[in-house]
């Protein structure tokens, strides 16, 4: 065996060992979700609402919380991260601008999640009066989901192929009209799968709407967009930490978490499916 080939075996098996430790360490994990959690899962465990200090009963007023928690949150930072891409792959000027900008992306993707609490406790629940709600949350939330989609967004554009827009330039097609008819058509399964997986992402944090929009214990449903309300994240920290009956309440945050795993995977799912939807049903 030569040196060459020598260092692509030992390449290969490192990586191979790798993948192996990861998917171990995934396996134990989900079997350890499955073998605390499953005591408790059932449909009327997803149904219910928290009964006796939530030491039994369901989670459905945290499920619905982060349903409604992460559809605002998406739906305010969708179009501001689309439309910030767009500038900075198809206009860029000034440029002074486009470097804050591009600053202000990085600086925001690698900020701890706590700070956004923070910030979102100081700006939204003081100084603008939202006080803990569930506008709060969504808020602080949309601004943690910022950064993943605008670097996402505009990788999706500028993945597609130079050709596109100098054919529908040379046809006559002003900008707006390539950007809206040619650039965002094809950068779409992109830039959607990208959007679904922030979707996973912001339906996990804790810190960002510990200080902004969660309760600890809750029986009813929001009403307005001026409620407080549980979260599974926020009930599987409370549940961990500040539950005074483990015996009752630690199956429970199992269980909870088996939840949320189960959600964040099913939107992993729904990203795959529908990356692979729109291109099979392609043209070209």
């Known amino acids: 065996m030569n040196k060459r080939k020598l260092q692509n075996y030992l390449g290969v098996s490192v990586l191979s ?15 350890r979700m499955f073998y605390m959690g499953s005591s408790v899962l059932s449909w009327d465990f997803v149904f219910s609402s928290p009964q006796k200090g939530m030491t039994a009963g369901g989670i459905f007023p945290a499920v619905v919380g982060t349903f409604w928690l992460t559809t605002l949150a998406i739906l305010i930072a969708m179009p501001l991260g689309v ?8 206009y860029g000027k000034p440029v002074w601008l486009v470097r804050i900008l591009r600053i202000s992306i990085n600086t925001l993707a690698g900020t701890p ?10 700006i939204f629940v003081n100084l603008m009066g ?3 709600s569930l506008l709060s949350g969504a808020l602080t939330l949309a601004i943690l989901a910022l950064p993943m989609i605008i670097n996402n967004t505009e990788e999706a554009i500028r993945s ?4 596109f827009s100098d054919a529908s330039l040379a046809l006559g097609a002003t900008q707006r009209q390539t950007i809206l008819r040619v650039l ?8 959607l799968t990208s959007t679904i997986i922030s979707i996973g992402r912001i339906a996990g ?3 960002p709407i510990m200080f902004t929009a969660a309760t600890f214990y809750s029986r009813r449903l929001p009403k307005s967009w001026n409620d407080e309300v549980m979260a599974l994240p926020y009930h599987i920290y409370a549940l961990m930490t500040e539950g005074t009956h483990a015996e009752a309440q630690v199956p429970i945050a199992y269980g909870t978490a088996l939840v949320l795993l189960m959600m964040v995977l099913s939107i992993s799912a729904i990203a795959i499916y529908t990356r692979y ?8």
């Open 83 to 90: 439309f910030t891409a767009i500038y900075l792959t198809n």
């Open 205 to 207: 944090e804790t810190a």
């Open 17 to 31: 060992l790798a993948i192996l430790i990861t998917f171990g360490f995934l396996i134990v994990f989900i079997i």
């Open 130 to 132: 939202f006080n803990i």
């Open 277 to 284: 939807a729109i291109r099979r049903n392609r043209k070209w």
């Open 160 to 163: 597609v192929p130079k050709d």
């Open 184 to 191: 965002l058509p094809t950068a779409l399964p992109n830039i």
């Open 113 to 122: 999640s706590i700070i956004f609490g923070l910030f979102g406790m100081a």
